[in-house]
């Protein structure tokens, strides 16, 4: 069975850092494109950022140079390090398993979630 389970969420003040992490199980994250999405509230899925099999990295233009997603592939772990953060990146943060249109579009994996809140 998959599974996807997101922590490390919290409320955080604004230009704060937390860092996310999403432990799979049922596959190997390795042999697969992997991703994390996010809800804000009385928003739509958004994609965030996805890391490719090969290591290359893709992210939202809003979230460029302040998140990094990350994969540790013996722990089976995906991460996702947020810094410099925003009022406007309070939401609920999702992994997924996949590429950018999969996760948003499609019946991608997805866990739980962990909710990302900044106020000051």
């Known amino acids: 069975e998959v599974q996807l389970v997101e922590s490390g969420g919290g409320l955080v003040q604004p230009g704060g850092s937390l860092r996310l992490s999403c432990a799979a199980s049922g596959f190997s994250i390795s042999n697969y494109d992997m991703s994390w999405v996010r809800q804000g509230p009385g928003k739509g899925l958004d994609w965030v950022a996805t890391?490719?099999?090969?290591?290359?990295?893709n992210y939202r233009d809003s979230v460029k140079g302040r998140f990094t997603i990350s994969r540790d592939n013996g722990k089976n772990t995906l991460y996702l390090q947020l810094d410099s953060l925003k009022t406007e990146d309070t939401a609920m943060y999702y992994c997924?398993?996949?590429?950018?249109?999969?996760?948003?579009?499609?019946?991608?994996?997805r866990g739980q979630g962990t909710q990302v809140t900044v106020s000051s």
């Open positions: 890391v490719y099999t090969g290591g290359v990295t």
């Open positions: 997924s398993r996949g590429g950018p249109a999969v996760v948003v579009f499609g019946d991608a994996p």
